[in-house]
């Protein structure tokens, strides 16, 4: 994954660690050019201190859009976390292993953090956990007038995720509200967690124990199509099909789909008490077509003011524990390119959490779902 | 050259640690290790990194280092392709990427001044929002600073219409060895009042000084442009056709030609590329300037090709002008269809000698049994010779490095030059002097001891 690296630095562009940072040991070339080292066995490098650098990445995968080589380094670096792996590893694995439990009591999962860990340096985690619960929300004003026959009577598995399922239970009742409005059926299917965020901690196995029970669940409903609420879910379902082969992996790949997607055909009315200016978050695992940003920016048409291109909102998954200072940076820079947005909405429970948890005063965020209704 | 700080003492940590507080200084290996490569592969660990955020720091840290005589190596991205961040003697990599800040673009004076952390493309970006162009748009202008294309006098595409990094510094504010601060130059669009240092500065590679403030010259943004791709049955036409365009009175913005073997390599991928089958040379233009003026420049360029017979002749505009240029961008992912490894080198020829060239670089490949693809900036002469080879198959690499010098020692017989934009760092400064001569050399030893009388700055590299 990182051997054929050939420095030639196209992936500088699209770093959100670096550009927040200025710190060229984070970008993604240096990453790469570290890991190939190791595999090396350079004796010169210290291999515990080489790999803690290695792994603070956000995950985001910018980089492996525009590498020319294909070099992956959130692949690479969830290798080295897998190699070394240690308690923030471990902490995250428990979150999304134990999601059910957890976060049924919303933000208890806080209480699985031992004392010694809970100080100030993890005080924004802490935070974003609570977050989880809800928060206050939005309250909506989007609201559906006219849905189209263009999807009706057809059957889809409907992916929640693990925030929408056992967190966010409104977003999950708004989805379900759309789908029935399109007259779509929803067939009955007991999903596991999507495993994106477990691969990228290091912990491939667990993450392909996910997808094989999500790929029995589509299986025995006749592989028909999958609708995600959570950009995030949608990305590592779509990586999960890298374990099907031939037919099956186009078929589900294909399947996959954004609700947003559907929602598009929609039309909608904005209550009179609609927030005047609207941000949008892209999230880093944004489909290729945005379409989350494609339906927002048609139901909200001059109201959404702004909009991240680039920037992402620092959560960075098992990375947050590592280095928090980091994601910080990355996500002040986020919030400068929000900037006049009063109400922030995105499509990615990661991103919903994060940018809940870190909102400037008077700014509200929430799933795009939530202003539905 | 001899005399050199040894080795990092811990008073030199210590002071660079005081100077650049916080993660401003890095001396792990790990940390370390992105600083001691670049585009180019070469390598060499420094033995320090610092990261200053103001001109105050960058002074200290060159008294400092003039004192010790510390070598220097400025940095930026380090996307250059032959070395020349490359801390090839040891000493302190100097990152300027916290040198930064949002570029202040005057509309009135039509400048932009702007620090060297700034990726080029948003300085262009922050131009452009106000009606203003910063032309100069080397490959890596997504990628690059704009104060590593001033250290190295970065080229690109627009280069024959437009120039080169060169063409729009007006003025610099440069730390010297010592800690002096120079400031040459200025807001204003013309001066001949001296000597002109700022011009000197440019393309000077770091071995003069570090630049921490530049301020560029503007133009009206261009409000359209179009790009033309044209295909013709053999390599003279389509430099016949180059030159037919230019003797009609056209000048394009960008002019680049690819032969025979890069269109079959591109081939190889299967894209479409908007270009007949039957075409063995291409020419690729970009017109650009207002609505009617980009609509009369395609007609008078399509109409001076008429009589070289081309055997396609496309014309993008708008959404379609990217589809285009397809071709071109598939060159570099392309090459490595014909072997597994590549020396890729930028000669530059007078424009007339451009198809001699060309032959003749086929020639040296076919004579050591080689692929060489050749395509480039044909308006400036400038040839990127791409000679391909395996390096795991026995000779062929001994073979490429024997046909790369005789592709240099072409370029120089042939009135050009080993090198038209990527400079010669440590991949090509063996080669420097050959090109020079002693006199030149000499004369330019002795400029850079004014500047810098230890030899501190970026030592160990080709000019």
């Not at chain 2, 390599?235 to 073997?261: H, I, K, Y």
Request: glycine share 14%; net charge neutral.
């Amino acid at each position: 994954m990182g051997g054929d690296c050939i420095l030639c630095g196209k992936c500088l562009e699209v770093c959100p660690l670096l550009a927040a940072t200025g710190r060229e040991e984070l970008g993604p070339r240096a990453k790469a050019d570290l890991c190939a080292l190791l595999a090396g066995d350079d004796s010169l490098l210290r291999g515990e201190d080489a790999a803690r650098l290695a792994g603070l990445c956000l995950g985001c995968g910018r980089c492996r859009k525009v590498c020319s080589q294909g070099v992956d380094v959130p692949g690479l670096v969830a290798a080295l976390r897998g190699a070394h792996p240690d308690f923030r590893g471990w902490l995250w694995k428990t979150w999304l292993t134990h999601a059910r439990e957890l976060w049924a009591a919303g933000s208890t999962a806080a209480r699985l953090i031992p004392g010694r860990w809970r100080p100030e340096k993890l005080g924004p985690l802490l935070k974003m956990l609570a977050g989880l619960k809800g928060g206050p929300g939005l309250d909506p004003f989007l609201t559906p007038t006219t849905f189209p026959d263009t999807h009706r009577g057809s059957k889809v598995l409907f992916f929640a995720g693990c925030t929408a399922t056992h967190v966010q239970r409104r977003w999950l009742a708004a989805a379900l509200e759309l789908l029935d409005g399109l007259g779509v059926e929803v067939l009955p299917g007991d999903f596991g967690c999507c495993g994106g965020g477990l691969k990228a901690a290091g912990f491939a196995a667990e993450a392909g124990d996910m997808a094989a029970r999500n790929f029995e669940v589509w299986r025995a409903a006749g592989r028909p199509g999958v609708v995600t609420l959570c950009a995030s879910c949608l990305s590592g379902l779509a990586a999960a099909g890298e374990m099907l082969s031939g037919d099956e992996a186009d078929a589900w790949a294909g399947a996959l789909t954004p609700l947003s997607t559907l929602v598009r055909s929609v039309s909608f009315r904005l209550s009179d008490d609609a927030p005047e200016r609207v941000g949008y978050h892209r999230p880093c695992h944004a489909d290729a077509g945005d379409s989350d940003f494609l339906l927002l920016r048609e139901a909200l048409g001059e109201r959404l003011v702004a909009a991240t291109d680039k920037e992402c909102c620092g959560f960075g998954g098992v990375m947050r524990l590592a280095r928090p200072g980091l994601g910080d940076q990355v996500n002040g820079r986020c919030w400068e390119r929000l900037g006049v947005a009063a109400t922030v909405l995105t499509g990615c429970s990661a991103c919903a959490a994060q940018l809940t948890a870190t909102a400037p005063d008077g700014v509200r965020v929430g799933h795009w779902l939530e202003a539905v209704g | 050259m001899t005399g050199y700080a040894a080795s990092l003492t811990p008073a030199h940590e210590a002071f660079l640690n005081d100077l650049f507080p916080g993660d401003g200084c890095v001396l792990t290996r790990e940390g370390m290790n992105a600083f001691a490569t670049d585009a180019s592969q070469e390598r060499a660990m420094p033995w320090a990194v610092v990261r200053p955020e103001s001109r105050e720091q960058v002074a200290e840290l060159l008294r400092w280092a003039h004192g010790e005589r510390m070598p220097i190596y400025g940095r930026a991205r380090g996307t250059g392709r032959v070395g020349n961040a490359v801390p090839s003697l040891g000493g302190v990599v100097v990152s300027m990427l916290r040198m930064a800040g949002e570029p202040v673009v005057d509309a009135d004076d039509f400048v932009a001044v702007v620090r060297p952390g700034v990726v080029t493309a948003d300085l262009q970006a922050a131009c452009a929002a106000k009606g203003l162009f910063y032309p100069p748009d080397p490959a890596s202008v997504r990628i690059s600073t704009i104060g590593g294309n001033v250290a190295t006098c970065a080229g690109g595409l627009r280069a024959v219409k437009y120039g080169v990094t060169r063409d729009w510094v007006l003025g610099l504010e440069t730390v010297l060895p010592g800690g002096r601060v120079l400031r040459s130059g200025g807001r204003s669009h013309k001066d001949v009042v001296g000597l002109d240092l700022t011009r000197l500065m440019v393309g000077s590679n770091g071995r003069l000084g570090l630049i921490t403030e530049i301020i560029v010259k503007l133009i009206p943004l261009p409000e359209t442009s179009a790009s033309v791709l044209v295909g013709f049955a053999d390599l003279r036409a389509a430099l016949d056709g180059a030159r037919a365009v230019f003797r009609a009175g056209v000048l394009p913005a960008a002019c680049e030609f690819m032969d025979r073997v890069t269109l079959e390599a591109v081939r190889l991928g299967g894209e479409a590329i908007p270009l007949a089958a039957s075409a063995q040379a291409a020419l690729l233009f970009k017109l650009d300037g207002t609505q009617e003026g980009v609509d009369a420049e395609v007609r008078h360029l399509v109409k001076a090709l008429g009589p070289l017979d081309p055997v396609s002749v496309e014309v993008g505009r708008g959404e379609d002008e990217g589809a285009v240029w397809t071709v071109r961008r598939g060159i570099s992912p392309a090459a490595f269809r014909i072997a597994p490894d590549k020396l890729a080198e930028d000669i530059s020829v007078p424009r007339g000698r451009v198809a001699e060239a060309v032959e003749r670089a086929h020639e040296i490949g076919r004579g050591r049994g080689l692929i060489v693809l050749c395509f480039g900036h044909l308006g400036d002469g400038n040839i990127h010779v791409n000679v391909m080879y395996d390096g795991s198959a026995a000779g062929e690499a001994a073979a490429a490095a024997g046909a790369k010098d005789e592709i240099f020692r072409l370029a120089v017989a042939l009135g050009g030059t080993i090198s038209g934009e990527h400079g010669t760092g440590l991949t090509k400064a063996s080669f420097v002097a050959e090109q020079l001569g002693r006199d030149a050399m000499g004369l330019m030893d002795d400029v850079r001891r004014v500047f810098d009388p230890r030899g501190i700055m970026n030592p160990g590299k080709g000019w």
